[in-house]
Every structure is written in structure tokens, then in C-alpha cells.
């Protein structure tokens, strides 16, 4: 089984800044399946990024996603209030199992 | 536009077993191209990934879960279908119902998701 490890736990940007978020894998993620969800409170997460850099459908060009073998990671270039929020990673490479990382929380500072 | 929609008891009694069901609206679940999944999250954790259904009937189960796991397609009513038995505190969560786009065989990223239904175990 695949572990995912996202760091950090909390990220505290203002609006307009940078944010960085990483998500390693215990084991390479083959073919580099990986996908970024966000999670706002009591809301269903929403498919941001898959395939480790392609955005879905309707997703903002502020986010982006990058890496491979072990090592990814989700910038979004300019925080808007709407993006604070939690967000996950997930590998189908090596499924079953598929596998989240423990999220992140991007949070106003 | 995809909808997906889950209902079922809200509360379930420890050792019973927990039957939500999913539908799904505007779109079949019966296409080659997408799988059909379980996903649940426990109040303020993460996601934990329960099991996956393909139109052919084929399922996938998380290890941990799986001699409880049942996971079944409805095609007459494009429903998804899935029953934990034995339940414990501990299977508390929201449980959400998922559309996956098939990339290869067991390969798959979520790509709509329904609201989510809480599930609370409790006498």
C-alpha cells in the first residue's frame, strides 16, 4: 500500500500570496497518478488537479500541480479568499488500494 | 450535468449494518468509461477510501473494511448500492458516493462527487 504524506498540516498565507503544498509517497506513483482535491467545510471535495499536472474541467490557472516518482506538489500562485480551505492528494497508481494523504489546511493568517 | 445523490438511515445500531444508496442523474452508470465508488470521512478527519464498483460488476474493497464491504450496481435505476455490516462506532463518517474516471484497469481518479450523508452508529 501506497502511503501518502502531505506537509504541512496547516498553512497560514494572506490573500494574494503563494502557496506551496507537498505530498510524497511512501513508494513511487506509477505513471505519475496522482490527483489534488479540495475541501471546503461541509462541502464534498472537488477534483482539482489529476494525472499529477492537468486541471480538471473549470478549475482556475492559479492552480497547478507538479512532480513525479515520489514527490509532488500543488502550488496555487495567488491565494483568493475562496481557496482557503483543506486539501488532499490521491494516488491511483498502484490500486487497489487507493490511497489520500491526510490533507492540508490553507488557512487566512 | 452529473448528479449524484446518497440516502439512506441516518443512524444505524452497532452491529448492524449501515445501506446507503447513491443516484445517480445525468449520466449511466453503466459506461466502460467510468467506475463508481464509496469514499467516507469521519467528523474532522480524512478521507478514507472504502471500495469501487465497475459496470461489469467487478469491486474493489479496501483491505480493512473488506469482509464487510458490499459494494452492487442497479442499472434499472442507475443506482450504486453499498452495505457495511457489522458497524462500531467507528464506521461514523460521512459517506460520500463518487463518479471515477477510468484511466486503466483498477486506475482512477474522482471526478464528481455527491453532497455526502452522515452516518451515525448508535443504540
Known amino acids: 500500500e501506497i502511503v501518502l504524506t502531505q506537509s504541512p498540516g496547516t498553512l497560514s498565507l494572506s490573500p494574494g500570496e503563494r502557496a506551496t503544498l507537498s505530498c510524497r509517497a511512501s513508494?513511487?506513483?506509477?505513471?505519475?497518478?496522482l490527483a489534488w482535491y479540495q475541501q471546503k467545510p461541509g462541502q464534498a471535495p472537488r477534483l482539482l488537479i489529476y494525472?499529477?499536472?492537468s486541471r480538471a474541467t473549470g478549475i482556475a490557472d492559479r492552480f497547478s500541480g507538479s512532480g513525479s516518482g515520489t514527490d509532488f506538489t500543488l502550488t496555487i500562485s495567488r491565494l483568493e479568499p475562496e481557496d482557503f480551505a483543506v486539501y488532499y492528494c490521491q494516488q491511483y497508481g498502484s490500486s487497489p488500494p487507493l490511497t489520500f494523504g491526510g490533507g492540508t489546511k490553507v488557512e487566512i493568517k | 450535468q452529473l448528479q449524484l445523490q446518497e440516502s439512506g438511515p441516518g443512524l444505524v445500531k452497532p452491529s448492524e449494518t449501515l445501506s446507503l444508496t447513491c443516484t445517480v442523474s445525468g449520466g449511466s452508470i453503466s459506461s466502460s468509461n467510468y467506475y463508481w465508488g464509496w469514499i467516507r470521512q469521519p467528523p474532522g478527519k480524512g478521507l478514507e477510501w472504502i471500495g469501487t464498483i465497475y459496470y461489469s460488476g467487478i469491486t474493489y474493497h479496501n483491505s480493512s473494511l473488506e469482509s464487510r464491504v458490499s459494494i452492487s450496481l442497479d442499472t434499472s435505476k442507475n443506482q450504486v448500492s453499498l452495505n457495511l455490516s457489522s458497524v462500531t462506532a467507528a464506521d461514523r463518517a460521512v459517506y460520500y458516493c463518487?463518479?471515477?474516471?477510468?484511466?486503466?484497469?483498477?486506475?482512477?481518479?474522482?471526478?464528481?462527487w455527491g453532497q455526502g450523508t452522515l452516518v451515525t452508529v448508535s443504540s
Open positions: 494525472g499529477a499536472s
Open positions: 463518487a463518479r471515477a474516471r477510468r484511466i486503466a484497469v483498477s486506475q482512477y481518479y474522482f471526478d464528481y
Open positions: 513508494q513511487s506513483v506509477s505513471s505519475s497518478y
